[in-house]
């Protein structure tokens, strides 16, 4: 081959691929399938099983095509009865493409799509450009569902953030509430309401009338765990859920009344629901697991078919017709299978009880994630602690029964807080969730959520436990009713954070705000002047009992890391500083005031230290060597418990004629 030919024929191939670099090229489809089945796999070969991980799935409005959105960003189109690759683009651009939908209207070909960018697009199939963006949401987008009565209306959730309706024909929103911490979303029959999950109830709204109601499930089913999917049947007023400990079940979509909790079997109930879906004629209902369990039930409860794959299963949606069932998850592309051709189960089905009881669970010393925050109730009988991955576990000291860990939210809890007089607890998470739980069962049964507020750092209740105090990292303070249902105060925000919220009466609040510079002030009568101290960088604090005086860590940080820590004393009425002790070579993560003022813990990144209060003399380290996130007094000051890497720990608390002052370690 001349030179000239050669280059020729590079020239040739780099135009190509120039000319298809725009469009992610799959592998072939896959033909050897079984009987019944068509499983399409358009996945590059350079994908890592995450980023091939199917998120969300629709078929076209006549059944010919189906679309489907991966972790990696990309949707693809393909043709549902032959698997011939039609199109793939890039449909995000930060992350997950966690939703896909088809219009409705059998005339078109468009489709939206949404995820991680907050972006939603609409797309014609087979153009490589969305005809309409809409305005960017700048929160993850986890849902979208075409309105299945006006083809131009689509309704779109995010998590933490808003619910929308959107006139997509004359571009404008007609819909906007706050959706909450929602996990999945459905049409009514007649499109005129949304349902939404938030994980602890059914929220409804009435698009027309902009009416919200609140379905809260009774407290005998807490213990289902979070409300994972949620559908509305196509034909009546019935809705199905499932949950995250593998309970499904259904209920009236209007006075939230349970119709029918549905048989299963013992692994499928310990399998958390990955989606819920009616039939598109309402009589069938299909279970997806995340263990890749696929059960098919008639709406009265009876299981009809059963399947199992190898791989979690993250998405699924019948055939407009309702005779083929397509889902995925992990594995290259999507699976297609006839539902009459699926088999019927042959494991015997046990019945869910109606009632769920707590399962006591063994403490283990090494958890998987780090203990970040504790909290003694007020008879000190029990202590709830949170671990990195937003679980709750309660341990009762009377009986040492173990409940837990239950999931809670969805990002690390930043605080808890038991409710004086009351048999129930608050916490707060770094999305701006506020949850409260009941003190025995371990379930949620208020919450709200805006993202909107930024981080929650800290929380208290007021002394009789009818209002909570929480403070944000955008510096605000705010105080909400013990229900969660009413704001009744919240203060500018400024460029510090608020790291620490104390009651000092029923209605007056104290907060601490920090970064490099702190303050101290009553958000109602400032009756303590402003005082800042500068150049100082504070990430915990703590008040004492009484209000007039607050422990404030600092974390000098230079080029080398944090060293030294600082631990300073102030009184609050004068403004002053009463000592300063350094603490050299550790982080100090936590700080937490005995009940009777006369010590203070602080868990650090090697180990936890008590000391004297009154003067900062340094008594002693314990659980030296192991990183210590949380520290927390027992109500009476009798015990003290810590946690971190390795587990929790609960010792007698030191009495100050036992406390020798003990020079502290260099």
């Not at 939206?112 to 305005?135: H, M, Q, S």
């Not at 209902?285 to 993250?314: F, H, M, Q, W």
């Amino acid at each position: 081959m001349s030179t000239r030919t050669l280059i020729a024929l590079l020239l040739v191939l780099t135009l190509a691929a120039g000319l298809n670099a725009a469009l992610p090229q799959p592998d072939p489809p896959r033909l050897q399938v079984p009987q019944g089945t068509s499983t399409l796999t358009p996945s590059p070969t350079d994908s890592d099983i995450e980023d091939r991980r199917i998120r969300s799935m629709s078929w076209s409005s006549d059944g010919s095509k189906i679309a489907f959105s991966r972790q990696d960003g990309l949707t693809f189109i393909q043709d549902a009865a032959t698997g011939q690759y039609l199109q793939s683009l890039q449909t995000d651009l930060d992350g997950p493409t966690a939703a896909v939908a088809f219009s409705t209207d059998a005339a078109s070909s468009k489709f939206a799509t949404g995820g991680a960018d907050g972006v939603v697009r609409i797309w014609n199939v087979g153009e490589d450009k969305p005809f309409l963006e809409l305005p960017p949401l700048g929160i993850f987008l986890i849902g979208l569902e075409w309105s299945p009565v006006n083809p131009d209306w689509l309704a779109l959730v995010t998590y933490a953030g808003p619910l929308q309706v959107w006139d997509t024909r004359r571009n404008q929103l007609v819909f906007n509430e706050r959706g909450g911490e929602s996990l999945d979303m459905d049409w009514s029959p007649d499109g005129t309401k949304l349902v939404i999950t938030d994980g602890v109830a059914f929220v409804i709204w009435d698009v027309t009338t902009r009416t919200r109601l609140s379905i809260q499930r009774s407290r005998e089913f807490i213990n289902d765990g979070l409300l994972s999917s949620v559908d509305w049947s196509p034909n009546d007023n019935l809705l199905v859920s499932g949950a995250n400990v593998g309970a499904m079940r259904t209920w009236d979509g209007t006075t939230g009344a349970l119709v029918t909790t549905f048989s299963t079997t013992a692994t499928d109930y310990t399998s958390p629901v990955s989606i819920v879906r009616f039939s598109p004629d309402g009589s069938l209902i299909a279970r997806i697991g995340n263990d890749g369990n696929i059960r098919i039930y008639s709406t009265a409860g009876s299981l009809l078919k059963a399947i199992s794959t190898a791989e979690p299963l993250y998405a699924a949606a019948w055939s407009p017709d309702g005779s083929r069932l397509a889902y995925g998850g992990d594995t290259d592309g999507i699976t297609i299978v006839s539902v009459d051709a699926l088999p019927a189960p042959t494991a015997t089905p046990l019945p869910v009880p109606v009632t769920l009881s707590p399962t006591p669970v063994t403490p283990t010393p090494q958890p998987l994630a780090s203990i970040d925050v504790i909290a003694w109730s007020p008879d000190d009988t029990r202590l709830v602690y949170s671990e990195t991955t937003g679980t709750v576990t309660m341990l009762n000291r009377v009986t040492g029964e173990v409940i837990g860990p239950v999931i809670g939210h969805f990002s690390e809890i930043t605080a808890l807080a038991w409710r004086p007089q009351w048999d129930e607890f608050v916490s707060v998470d770094a999305y701006g969730s506020v949850k409260i739980w009941g003190g025995t069962q371990l379930g949620v049964i208020a919450q709200i959520g805006n993202r909107e507020t930024g981080p929650i750092n800290c929380v208290e209740w007021n002394p009789d436990g009818t209002k909570l105090a929480i403070g944000t990292a955008n510096g605000e303070v705010i105080g909400l009713d013990a229900n969660l249902s009413s704001m009744f105060y919240k203060t500018d925000g400024n460029p510090s954070p608020v790291y620490a919220v104390k009651w000092v009466s029923n209605n007056q609040v104290l907060k601490l705000t920090g970064d490099f510079g702190y303050a101290i002030q009553n958000v109602d009568l400032d009756q303590y002047p402003p005082w800042r101290d500068v150049l100082r960088f504070t990430r915990s604090a703590a008040f004492n009992k009484t209000g007039d005086r607050v422990v404030i860590i600092n974390n000098l940080f230079n080029m080398t890391g944090v060293q030294p820590s600082s631990l300073e004393v102030w009184n609050l009425v004068t403004a002053q500083m009463l000592y300063s002790q350094p603490i050299p070579g550790k982080e100090i993560l936590s700080v937490n005031w005995s009940p009777d003022g006369a010590f203070i813990a602080t868990g650090s990144t090697n180990g936890a230290d008590i000391w004297n209060a009154v003067d900062g003399t340094w008594i002693e380290t314990l659980a030296a060597g192991y990183r210590v996130s949380a520290v927390a007094w027992s109500s009476d000051g009798s015990q003290l418990a810590y946690g971190g890497i390795n587990g929790l720990t609960i010792v007698p608390a030191p009495s100050m004629a036992s406390a020798t002052p003990t020079p502290q370690p260099q």
